[in-house]
C-alpha cells in the first residue's frame, strides 16, 4: 500500500521557521519525484517544490524560492520541507505527494499525504 505521511507542522511566529517531512512506503522510493504542495482556505491547491530522488534535481516556485529547501533522505525515504522566514501568507495545509516526475501541477501526481497544518501568526 503507498502511503505519504507528513509532519512538522505547527503554529509559528511570521518569520519562524519549521521543517515539514513526508515519509514514503510502499513503492520504490528511488523511481519517484516526491512534490511539497499548499492549500489555504478558499484557494486552489499551490505546487511549491518538488526533488527527483534518483539525481537530486529540485525545482522551486517564485513564491517560495530563497526561503524554503527540499531536500531527501533516501536511507529514510523521507522528503523535507525546511521553511525559513513563514510570513502569515504561507499559513496552509501543507502535502506531499509522489509522480514518476517532477512537478508542482496537483492533477499530474499520483499519490498523497494527508496533510499537515501550517499556521503563521503575526
Known amino acids: 500500500e503507498v502511503q505519504l505521511v507528513e509532519s512538522g507542522g505547527g503554529l509559528v511566529q511570521a518569520g519562524g521557521s519549521l521543517r515539514l517531512s513526508c515519509a514514503a512506503s510502499?513503492?520504490?522510493?528511488?523511481?519517484?519525484?516526491i512534490g511539497w504542495f499548499r492549500q489555504a482556505p478558499g484557494k486552489e491547491r499551490e505546487g511549491l517544490s518538488c526533488?527527483?530522488?534518483?539525481?537530486?534535481?529540485?525545482y522551486y516556485t517564485d513564491s517560495v524560492k530563497g526561503r524554503f529547501t527540499i531536500s531527501s533522505d533516501n536511507a529514510k525515504n523521507t522528503v523535507y520541507l525546511q521553511m525559513n522566514g513563514l510570513k502569515p501568507e504561507d499559513t496552509a495545509v501543507y502535502y506531499c505527494?509522489?509522480?514518476?516526475?517532477?512537478?508542482?501541477?496537483?492533477?499530474?501526481?499520483?499519490?498523497w499525504g494527508q496533510g499537515t497544518q501550517v499556521t503563521v501568526f503575526s
Open positions: 505527494a509522489a509522480d514518476r516526475y517532477c512537478t508542482v501541477v496537483a492533477s499530474l501526481s499520483d499519490y
Open positions: 510502499g513503492f520504490t522510493f528511488g523511481d519517484y519525484a
Open positions: 526533488i527527483s530522488v534518483s539525481d537530486g534535481y529540485t
